[in-house]
């Protein structure tokens, strides 16, 4: 049976303890966070923040909050191993420039849309003046419902 990262009997240590290379103790702030089997992810994070960072991080914060923590360093971390200078901020600069282009896109492709629209109904309409400002009134709001 598996506890925290541990075998019941004898400790097996956590990720953190192995890569530091000490003995993991039963109060160890980082055995629920950092499992044995994903040593990766508390490697990220030492590169990044280093482990006495993350250790007076952990103390300092009340317990049910360090999960959420240790997702945001990881997250963090991974970042910054991909990205040293802007780690999440460069992702996040990029989703928005993307965001922006296809905002752009999306615009552009709406008024050809009212254009086409237009040409159509001017194109269809050989009624009198009277029916077209009807028609047209009514095609502008349905032009914009989109």
């Known amino acids: 049976m598996k506890e925290s990262g541990r075998k019941h009997g004898a400790l097996s240590p956590c990720a953190a303890c192995k890569l530091l290379r000490r003995r993991c103790a039963q109060d160890c702030v980082f055995a629920p966070y950092f499992p044995a089997d994903e040593p990766q992810k508390f490697a990220s994070v030492h590169k990044v923040f280093g482990a006495s960072n993350v250790n007076k991080m952990l103390q300092e914060l009340p317990e049910h909050q360090r999960r959420d923590a240790v997702s945001s360093m990881v997250y963090e971390a991974n970042a910054r191993v991909r990205d040293p200078v802007y780690g999440c901020v460069g992702a996040i600069s990029s989703l928005q420039q993307q965001i922006n282009s296809l905002q752009t896109q999306l615009a552009v492709a709406q008024a050809e849309v009212v254009h086409m629209r237009m040409r159509e109904f001017t194109s269809?309409?050989?009624?009198?003046?009277?029916?077209?400002?009807?028609?047209?009134?009514?095609?502008?709001?349905?032009?914009?419902?989109?």
């Open 124 to 146: 269809s309409s050989n009624t009198g003046a009277m029916d077209m400002a009807v028609n047209q009134d009514n095609m502008g709001e349905s032009l914009w419902s989109c």
